[in-house]
């Protein structure tokens, strides 16, 4: 809702949309930062030919301007396994959990980026943790 005026207002934004045969993009998971005005969206380029995540691509959208910035792009079939985002208390830094499929089972990580500055999806703990059967994340909260 517009503070001066009273009149609510909706913003609708696109992401791009990648190429490709059989290539089907989709936003696996997105978190609202602490204060409401940033929005932290997963997508997941997916390949049905495949059939399995191709990379996943990250974006922030600035809700108060419209603005949507790229956050980073890694490859690999992590995407479409339940990923999970979570932002610190001040709306600082950004965590995000992915489960990855291997040779041994699966593997929990954990990247890290930081809004505002060049640091972006680096890896802050790899093989979190592992087992032979599949496992995923239903809450996560940032807790100091």
Do not use: C, H
């Amino acid at each position: 809702q517009n503070p001066k005026n009273g009149i609510k207002t909706r913003r609708v934004f696109y992401l791009p949309r990648p190429g490709g045969f059989m290539v089907y993009p989709d936003i696996r998971q997105y978190a609202f930062s602490p204060e409401g005005e940033r929005l932290f969206i997963f997508y997941d380029i997916y390949s049905e030919y495949y059939e399995k995540s191709l990379r996943f691509e990250t974006y922030l959208l600035n809700l108060q301007t419209g603005i949507l910035n790229e956050y980073g792009k890694m490859s690999g079939g992590s995407g479409s396994l339940r990923p999970k985002i979570v932002w610190s208390p001040e709306g600082d830094e950004i965590l995000l959990f992915l489960t990855e499929a291997n040779e041994s089972g699966y593997t929990l990580n954990v990247l890290r980026t930081v809004p505002g500055t060049e640091e972006r999806l680096k890896m802050a703990d790899a093989g979190l943790w592992s087992q032979d059967d599949y496992f995923y994340l239903t809450n996560l909260y940032w807790r100091e």
